[in-house]
C-alpha cells in the first residue's frame, strides 16, 4: 500500500528537481526570459537541427562552431540533432513552434525536410542550410548554403592520390544510407580515372571495419591506397594495413587528433578537410545579417568551406586547433 | 498515469510544448511508434520478439520507392506490392519460429541482418545510390498522399492523419483482444502454449498470424514514410526495433508474454512522442535523451509491477 505511494512520489519528485536545475541554469546563462514563445527584443535566437548522430566527433565541432558564433554576437543558440529524417522534420517543426529567427539546417536528405523547411520559410524565419544539399538550397527558399560539394571534395581527393603515385584505390565507405559518402567515392573514382573499388563497413563497429579492411587489403592484391572518408576510419584503416602487411597508403577525409598525429608520423598521406567549424559559425552570422540588415552571402551560390589539404606541409599549424574541438 | 506525468512535466515549462501546434507536433512521432507499439505489443502477449520489425519498415517504404519510381508502376500497385512482401516476410518469421522451435529472439535477429543487408544491396542495384526518391512524381500519388500522409485540422491545428489511423488501430486491436476469440487465443498461447494447446487453441497459427500483424503494421508505417517523404533511405528504420519495445514494455507488456495491452502500448508510444520533442522544447541538451528515455523505461516498469502487485494483493 506504501510502496506504490512512495514511487509515484519519486516519479513526480526526479522531473520536478531535474526542472529546478535547468531554471537556474538557463537563468545564469544567456538570460533568456521564459521558455519558448517570442524570443523578440531585440535578442535574436536561432536552432541549429542537423542529422549528425549524438556523440559524432565531425558534428561536435560544427556545434562548437555555432555555440561560439552565438556567443561572440550575443546571439541564443540551440543545437539539436537526429539522423533520421523523418525525425530530424520533427525537431525543425518544433523549432518552428519554439518561435526562433533564425533556423539552421544540415541537408543529407532534402526531399524529406523540404516540407518542413519551406514551412519555416512561410512563417519568416531565415533559413540557411549547411553541409550537404546545396543543390535544393535556393528552391527550399533558404537564404544561403554553407558547405563543402561532396563531389568537388571527391575529386580533389581522386587527384590528389592519382599525384602520390597510387594505382589502385579502395574507397572505404562508413554509413550504409549516406548519399553524401557515396558522392565522395564516385567524385574520387572520377578523379582519379584508375582502378577502384568501394567497401561498405559499420562506423559503430570500428574493430569489424578494421578486420574488414585488413581482409580486403590481403585478398586483393594491388591495392596501394586506401581512401576513409571519415577520421575514426582512417585510423583503423592505417592499423588494418599494418597487419595485412601491405605498404597501403591512407588517405582520409575529415580531421581529428588521431589522424593528425597520423599525418605528422608519416602514416597518413593527407587529409580533406570541410572545415565544418565554419558550417556552425557562417551561418549564425548569415543570420544575423540577414536579421538586421536583409544582407544575404553567397549570391545565389553555395559558400564552400572545402576541401581543403592538410598534409605533411601544414599539420603542425593546425595541430593544437584539432585539439582545441574548433578544426 | 505515465503520460499524464510526463505531459505535465514539459506544458509546465514550455507554453509551445503545450500550444495546439506544439501538441500536433508531439503526437506525430507518437502515431507512426504507436501503430508499430501496438502491433508488437500483441506479438508479445502472445509470448514472441520482432527484431525485425524497424526494418521492415524500411524494406516495405524501400519496395514501394523502386516499384514505383524505378518500375514505373502506379503508386497504390507498388503499396500493394510491398503488403505481400511484408506478409511474405511475417509468415516467414512466423513459420520458422512455430516449425524450428528457436526462440523468436534468434529468428527474428536473422531477419533484421537479412533484411539490412537486402536493403542496401537491392537498392544500390536498382538506383545505383542508397536512396529511391522522387516518389511524388508517380501516378496515384495523391490518392496515396490522401490516405497516408494528410493532415486534419482539429482546433486549430494540424494533425497528422497518421494520428487519426494510430488511434483507429489501437481500438481495433484492443476489441480483438478483449472481445474475439483470437483474442482469447493470443493471450493462452503467450501464458502457456502447451496448457493451451491442450484445450484447443491453434497455437501455431496464432502465432504466425501475429507475425503477419507486426509485418502489416510495418508496411503501414513504412508506406506512410514512403509518402510523406517521398524518398527513402536503404538505412530507415535499422534500429528501431528496441523503441518499439521500449514502448510496449513502458505499456505494461511483459517479456515473458501473457500480459499486456494495446491501449497501454500506445500510451507507451505517447511517452516516448512527448519526451522525443519535449526535450528540444526545453532546449536541453539532447545528448542527454536516451539516459532520460532509459531512466523513464525503469522507472514505469517498476511502476507497472507494484501498480499489478498491489492490484492482485487487492483480489485476494
Known sequence: MAAPKRLLALALAGPLLLSACTTDSSEDGSGQAGSGGDAGGGDLAVAVVTHGSAGDAFWDVVQNGAVAAGEDLGIEVDYQSDGDPQRQAQLIEAAVNRGVDGLVVSMANPDALQESIEAAVGAGIGVVTINSGGERSTEFGAIGHVGQDERIAGLGAGRRLAEEGATSVLCVIHEPGNVGLEQRCSGADEGFGGSFDTLQVDINDLTGAQSAITSQLQGTTGIDAVLTLNSAVAGVAVEAAADAGSDAQVATFDLNEDVISGIQDGDIAFAVDQQQYTQGYLPVVMLKLYAENLNTVGGGQPVLTGPGIVDADNVDAIADLASAGTR | ?316
Open chain 2, 1 to 316: 498515469m505515465g503520460a499524464v506525468v510526463v505531459f505535465v512535466f514539459f506544458a509546465v515549462q514550455s507554453p509551445a510544448f503545450r500550444s495546439p501546434r506544439g501538441i500536433a507536433n508531439w503526437l506525430d512521432p507518437a502515431s507512426t511508434l504507436g501503430i508499430m507499439a501496438v502491433a508488437v505489443a500483441l506479438l508479445m502477449i502472445g509470448g514472441h520478439f520482432d527484431l525485425s520489425a524497424g526494418v521492415m519498415t524500411g524494406t516495405t517504404a524501400l519496395t514501394v520507392g523502386i516499384v514505383a519510381v524505378e518500375f514505373r508502376q502506379n503508386l497504390w500497385v507498388a503499396i500493394g506490392i510491398a503488403l505481400v512482401v511484408a506478409l511474405a516476410i511475417g509468415f516467414g518469421n512466423g513459420w520458422l519460429v512455430t516449425r524450428t522451435r528457436l526462440p523468436s529472439f534468434i529468428v527474428t535477429l536473422g531477419t533484421f541482418l537479412m533484411l539490412q543487408g537486402l536493403n542496401l544491396g537491392l537498392t544500390k542495384l536498382f538506383t545505383d545510390t542508397v536512396t529511391v526518391g522522387g516518389i511524388d512524381d508517380v501516378p496515384g500519388y495523391a490518392t496515396a498522399e490522401w490516405v497516408f500522409a494528410s493532415r486534419v485540422e482539429i482546433l486549430g491545428a494540424e494533425i497528422r492523419v497518421a494520428v487519426l489511423w494510430w488511434l483507429l488501430f489501437t481500438a481495433l486491436a484492443t476489441w480483438v483482444l478483449l472481445r474475439t476469440r483470437f483474442g482469447n487465443w493470443v493471450f493462452a498461447t503467450g501464458g502457456d502454449e502447451m496448457a493451451a494447446r491442450n484445450v484447443g487453441v491453434p497455437a501455431r497459427r496464432t502465432t504466425i498470424a501475429l507475425f503477419m500483424t507486426t509485418a502489416a503494421a510495418a508496411w503501414f508505417v513504412g508506406t506512410t514514410l514512403a509518402v510523406r517523404l517521398t524518398s527513402v533511405q536503404a538505412n530507415t528504420g535499422i534500429g528501431q526495433e528496441l523503441i518499439y519495445i521500449v514502448a510496449a514494455v513502458i505499456g505494461g507488456c511483459l517479456l515473458t508474454g501473457g500480459f499486456g495491452s494495446a491501449v497501454g502500448a500506445a500510451l507507451g508510444a505517447l511517452i516516448f512522442g512527448m519526451t522525443q520533442l519535449g526535450i528540444p522544447y526545453l532546449r536541453w541538451d539532447a545528448d542527454w535523451f536516451y539516459f532520460f528515455l532509459g531512466a523513464m523505461l525503469l522507472l514505469a516498469v517498476l511502476a507497472n509491477r507494484l501498480v499489478r502487485r498491489y492490484a492482485e494483493a487487492a483480489r485476494r
